[in-house]
């Protein structure tokens, strides 16, 4: 076994920059949205950790409203990546279109199960159930946004 | 505690009183309460009446009543009564009420006023059949004859008016209101009565005396059907029930009342009433007191008035209906100690002084024991000054009770026996009250076994005591005394009752049994325990001896006892739960104090809003990362077809997230549901026509390529 040495992870590095180089435009843009989207996530919940999960709807819904986008945007990126043999005969126009129309589901949801502001008396279905950090946390959004993701692959 | 009871004896004691005194019946003539009362039923709202008939209610009660409040209506009465008379239209009731308030307001009606109206009610006699009809129509011309200085009306063939109002009377001596209802009244009697005396009045020749006779001997039957109560009041009712004008007991006796007095004062010859039933009446009309009602007043006090004033009939030979006079005791109750003189007033009905007349107080019995009177029969001495008849001392065997005293009336002049309705004799419940002598009280624990006495003690039952006594259970506890009357009798209280009170509140009341004039109770414990819970310790004694005629009556207390009862044995009975202060139900309940939800701790706000700026630079480096790889819009269609939808859809997509931000601000779900259905719609619409398009230029690409 060659000893590592301090050149190693600067040839890793190297290696790796000029292997994703080599990656088709859309994907990196892709790849910069996936990123984007989970550090929203990250902030949201250094936040949380700070000053706590009151309003814990508006957490949630904030949290995995970045979260089911990003597992969205991976599965776009799947499935345009032309090196999946899997997705050859899917056209990458009809994978955004599906990327479309599950965000627009999600987020719906997502704006459901977002805290009321100020419509307590108008409030239906959902978002009624649980009011202001009163119930437990239930995992109904992400059951949702899972249920959605799988259904995608 | 004591000092309560106390007063609660005594509120008793004079409920008992008052509630006998008004079962008792005396009647007191009509009084002050009476014009009082009057002042305040009759307050019209505004200073109007709704009719003519209320109108000349209150007049009349005011009049009789001698209340001088004509000034207050008069200006208004007069008013609608010159409206009602000048006009047309007006009903014959409205007319003939109008007549009589003009009787006692003198209103100065002009004569061809009068002689409109006087042709008008001629005409409806004339053509008359129902009773009403001739009530109204000839009691209004009898008012004119009254207020005009013409003697000349005459009705013109009052003979034939009388035979049609007889010929709707009955057999029984009550009449039918028209021909075609076959039911009869009592109250229409009265009506038809006093039309019949008009006519007669109205009349320009005698009318034939037998059809005077079998009026009489109508009222007579009429009488016939007097109901009486038990008191001695006699009242007529109507039998007719469900009737179209139900009249109750009070205006039906009125009714007859009135029709009686005026027939009596237009015919000669006697009308040989009873004259105890003429008096039952007045006790009628005076037993209802005072009554709630404006008419029921009125109806009280008009024939009250009535049977004052039929005195002197229009030929003024005397009376047809005797006056009854009242003898009333203005107390019911004398105190021996006081020393209080019987006193009696003899009155008319409305309160003035009766003829001259000597009160005898024939027996006193008393009550309950209807043996032999206590006294001999002798007389009043009359007080010209209060006109009232006193006895000044009561007689020596009158000893403290409740009594019934009989009174007479006799007359002094011999032709007022034939004006006034004495009665006989009325009979008047009477309390005598005074003080009742406690003797030899003393309070003693006995041994059960030998009846030996191990502790005794005198008690003073003038004052409070502290009498301190302990025994167990194999013991007895004996209260006794004595109680005697002024005069040295036995007397018997409504209540002699000994309490014992222990340290919990529970109570236990014993009624003292007597004989004679000694009272005495031995408590058991032995057999009590069971009665006691089986609870030890001290127990409080008060001793309450009460009675309406007692003018001692009192609840003290004499001490305490420490009783040593056994440990109670499985399953003996629990005291009862002490009743709750009634404060604690009635008062005020405890303030509720509301908690609310704390508010929940939030971050200082320059924080939030430092992480509101942090979410944004991930979306900063999203953009500078799309400019370092050079993003740009080359791949935007340019032909203009394929650029709107690509426009469009882009639109679309920003308007559904605009949708979605106003969902989370105002709209509800299934508003937003139903626009996002038109909303989705237009984009997969537009999204496929452009999708589609990319997806056959890139393969067209990659074919060329």
């Known amino acids: 076994m060659g000893r590592a040495t301090s050149k190693d992870p600067q040839a890793l590095i190297h290696s790796l920059r000029s292997a994703y180089a080599a990656t088709p435009f859309s994907l990196k843009i892709i790849d910069l949205y996936v990123g984007f989207a989970v550090f929203s996530a990250i902030i949201q919940v250094v936040y949380m950790a700070i000053v706590g999960s009151f309003p814990f709807n508006s957490f949630l819904s904030g949290v995995l409203s970045c979260i089911g986008t990003a597992v969205l945007a991976v599965c776009l990126r799947v499935q345009v990546n032309k090196e999946n043999k899997e997705f050859k005969d899917l056209p990458p126009e009809r994978a955004f279109s599906d990327f479309v129309f599950c965000n627009l589901v999600l987020h719906l949801v997502i704006m459901n199960f977002l805290e009321e502001m100020v419509k307590p008396e108008s409030c239906l279905i959902m978002s009624c159930r649980c009011r202001w950090s009163s119930c437990p946390a239930e995992p109904m959004g992400i059951n949702f946004a899972q249920n959605i993701t799988t259904s995608m692959k | 505690m004591a000092r309560n009871l106390g007063r609660f004896l005594v509120l008793i004691a004079a409920a008992l009183i008052y509630s006998s005194a008004i079962a008792s019946s005396i009647f007191q003539p009509i009084s002050d309460s009476h014009r009082s009362a009057a002042l305040e039923l009759f307050n019209p709202l505004g200073g109007s009446f709704s009719s003519v008939e209320e109108t000349y209610e209150e007049l009349r009660t005011f009049e009789v009543l001698g209340i001088d409040r004509r000034s207050d209506i008069s200006t208004a009465a007069c008013q609608s009564v010159l409206e009602i008379l000048g006009s047309s239209s007006s009903t014959l009731k409205d007319l003939f009420y109008a007549l009589k308030i003009n009787g006692i307001l003198q209103c100065g009606i002009k004569e061809d006023v009068f002689e409109g109206v006087a042709s008008r009610l001629q005409a409806v006699v004339g053509g008359a059949s129902a009773l009403l009809d001739f009530y109204y129509s000839v009691g209004g011309l009898v008012l004119i004859k009254g207020q005009t200085s013409k003697d000349d009306l005459y009705l013109a063939d009052a003979e034939g008016v009388f035979r049609s109002i007889k010929a709707l009377s009955q057999s029984d001596g009550r009449w039918r209101y028209n021909s075609n209802n076959p039911e009869s009244s009592t109250f229409a009697a009265g009506l038809a009565l006093e039309a019949l005396a008009g006519i007669v009045s109205l009349s320009s020749s005698e009318i034939d005396q037998s059809l005077i006779s079998t009026t009489k001997n109508d009222i007579l039957k009429l009488f016939d059907s007097i109901e009486k109560y038990d008191d001695g009041a006699f009242y007529f009712d109507e039998k007719l029930v469900g009737a179209r004008e139900h009249q109750g007991a009070l205006s039906t006796t009125s009714s007859v009342v009135r029709g009686l007095t005026a027939f009596a004062a237009v015919t000669s010859g006697s009308l040989n009433l009873p004259r105890g039933k003429i008096l039952g009446l007045a006790k009628f009309f005076l037993g209802i007191g005072i009554p709630g009602d404006a008419k029921d007043l009125f109806n009280q006090v008009d024939s009250l008035a009535f049977l004052e004033s039929n005195t002197y009939d229009s030929f003024g030979s005397c009376c047809r209906v005797s006056i009854p006079l009242i003898l009333s005791l203005p107390a019911t109750v004398l105190s021996m100690t006081k020393k209080d003189a019987l006193k009696v007033k003899v009155s008319t009905v409305l309160g003035s002084n009766a003829p001259p007349l000597t009160v005898n107080l024939l027996q006193v019995f008393r009550s309950g024991s209807k043996d032999t009177s206590l006294i001999e029969s002798q007389e009043l001495k009359f007080d010209p000054e209060n006109a009232v008849y006193t006895l000044d001392a009561l007689p020596k065997s009158i000893d403290v009770g409740k009594y019934t005293f009989v009174f007479e009336m006799v007359l002094h002049d011999s032709d007022h026996k034939n004006l006034y309705a004495t009665g006989g004799q009325t009979r008047i419940p009477i309390f005598v009250t005074g003080v009742i ?160 939800r704390a508010p929940e701790k939030l971050p200082p706000k320059e924080l939030s809003l430092t992480f509101s700026g942090l979410t944004l630079l991930p979306f900063l480096g999203f953009l500078i990362g799309l400019l370092r790889l050079g993003v740009n819009l080359k791949n935007f269609p340019s032909s203009s077809v394929p650029a709107m939808f690509a426009t469009l859809f882009h639109l679309g997509i920003a308007a559904v997230l605009l949708l979605y931000m106003l969902f989370w601000l105002k709209l509800d779900l299934f508003t937003t549901l139903k626009a996002l259905g038109f909303l989705g719609a237009f984009l997969m619409f537009v999204g496929h026509r452009i999708l589609s398009h990319l997806a056959s230029s890139s393969s067209s690409k990659l074919k060329s390529a």
């Open chain 2, 437 to 596: 002598e406690v003797d030899s009280a003393e309070i003693a624990v006995l041994d059960s076994d030998l009846g030996s006495i191990e502790t005794k003690k005198k008690i003073d039952l003038a004052e409070e005591n502290t009498v301190s006594l302990s025994a167990n259970h194999l013991q007895k506890l004996r209260l006794s005394f004595q109680l005697s009357t002024p005069l040295g009798h036995a007397f018997k209280p409504h209540q002699a009752i000994l309490k014992l009170t222990h340290e919990t509140k529970v109570e236990h009341m014993f009624v003292m049994g007597s004989s004679g004039k000694q009272f005495e109770i031995i408590l058991d414990f032995l057999g009590q325990v069971e009665k006691f819970f089986y609870l030890s310790g001290r127990y409080n004694i008060q001793l309450a001896v009460g009675d309406a005629v007692m003018e001692n009556s009192f609840l003290k207390a004499i001490g305490h006892v420490d009783l040593d009862l056994p440990k109670p044995p499985e399953k003996a009975p629990q005291p009862p739960a002490q009743p709750l202060d009634p404060n604690l139900i009635y008062g005020p309940k405890a303030e509720i104090a509301h908690i609310f």
